[in-house]
């Protein structure tokens, strides 16, 4: 079975997802090699330990018949409510917020695993609904149903990936035949409603906001990741300094540079160019999965491959917009580039179900 379905398999979406995951260890590894002045690759040895286990779990999600995930809904959606709670009681917290669990050597990151979860779940219940949404009340048991983890993720608070649900649900619910206009009326409340979710965001949440506006309106502050981060990308010029020649990563003037603004370092060591290259290997696994999407009879199927869609192109036009100053900054990592076990993992086991969904339909889908 399993060399049948590698015959037939996405092998342009695959390799885009694969040769990410291997340009993302070299980043890695120049960015955090050098580490309390002495030279290790710790970091790059937990990810490509981590690449190759979850590589073994993408070929069980590709001869997993996905259509099976949806008996597994209910539960799993008890279990996403289960591991967000628990992170209130026994999360570990680091820059700020609480979002992590400690397992022995192992720091997991519950949010993470939630997207994926929230896909499923999500997609088993529109698939079967069967009427149009074009009443506000039709919405009410969506918008309980993804509010839940909304809120306790938000209570972390982790403000990036509750937005990623957002977008998410929003993906599905076109797909699910959801009448525009509501869509817009929603869009439009959401904006008016701004003003007022100020009063709730958090203090280092407010600053990330007006620096987004002013970067220099705080520069040795709340500002110096978006300067830091601007002058790494435009001093890569066209070419870049090359790997491992990067001053602002190498000296440490750039703070996350492994995690939230990788990007960064792409654009100082690789040059305009890399950056261009990295963006079209996600071009091409963005359209990929648009078109599985599209050429999926199943309506399951169809969901799934949108809500994954929908997480992927959120985080990439987040995380990539905010290195360059054009998004505010947030936690929201780069797929299959940002270094963290649970979003590999995640977007792993993602990349798993398209590929699935791709293997399942009776047509071949070609560029």
């Not at 709670?85 to 939630?114: C, H, K, Y």
């Not at 654009?267 to 261009?276: A, S, V």
């Not at 929201?332 to 398209?354: D, K, Q």
């Amino acid at each position: 079975m399993f060399k049948r379905n590698w015959k037939h398999i996405d092998k342009i979406m695959i390799t885009a997802a694969i040769v990410l995951v291997l340009i993302s260890l070299c980043i890695i590894g120049s960015a955090t090699h050098i580490n309390k002045g002495a030279i290790n690759y710790d970091f790059v040895v937990k990810q490509g330990v981590a690449f190759v286990v979850n590589f073994l779990m993408l070929l069980f999600f590709c001869n997993y018949d996905y259509t099976r995930l949806k008996r597994f809904a209910k539960p799993l959606y008890v279990i996403n409510l289960l591991m967000l709670a628990a992170v209130m009681f026994f999360g570990t917290s680091a820059l700020g917020a609480q979002r992590w669990i400690q397992i022995g050597p192992l720091t997991l990151q519950p949010s993470e695993f939630s997207k994926l979860i929230m896909i499923i779940c999500l997609a088993a219940l529109l698939a079967d609904r069967g009427e149009k949404f074009d009443r506000w009340r039709s919405l009410i048991p969506v918008a309980l149903f993804v509010g839940v983890p909304f809120l306790l993720v938000l209570k972390q608070p982790d403000l990036g990936t509750s937005l990623v649900f957002i977008a998410i649900a929003a993906g599905m619910l076109v797909v699910s035949r959801i009448k525009l206009s509501i869509l817009r009326n929603i869009a439009v409340m959401g904006v008016l409603a701004a003003p007022i979710g100020w009063f709730f965001l958090k203090d280092y949440q407010k600053s990330r906001i007006l620096v987004f506006l002013d970067p220099n309106a705080d520069p040795f502050g709340a500002g110096y990741h978006i300067i830091q981060s601007k002058i790494a990308i435009g001093s890569g010029m066209l070419f870049g300094k090359g790997l491992f020649q990067g001053t602002q990563s190498q000296l440490n003037f750039l703070p996350e540079n492994h995690t939230d603004f990788i990007f960064s370092v792409i654009g100082e060591e690789l040059g305009f160019l890399g950056c261009l290259f990295i963006l079209f290997l996600y071009f091409v696994l963005i359209y990929r999965t648009l078109l599985t999407a599209k050429e999926c009879k199943d309506r399951f199927g169809i969901l799934l491959a949108t809500g994954i869609l929908s997480m992927w192109t959120f985080e990439i036009l987040v995380n990539v917009g905010m290195t360059c100053g054009i998004m505010p900054v947030t936690g929201i990592p780069l797929p299959f580039m940002s270094y963290g076990v649970s979003a590999l993992t995640t977007n792993m086991m993602a990349l798993g179900v398209v590929l699935n969904v791709y293997l399942r339909q009776e047509s071949t889908i070609f560029l």
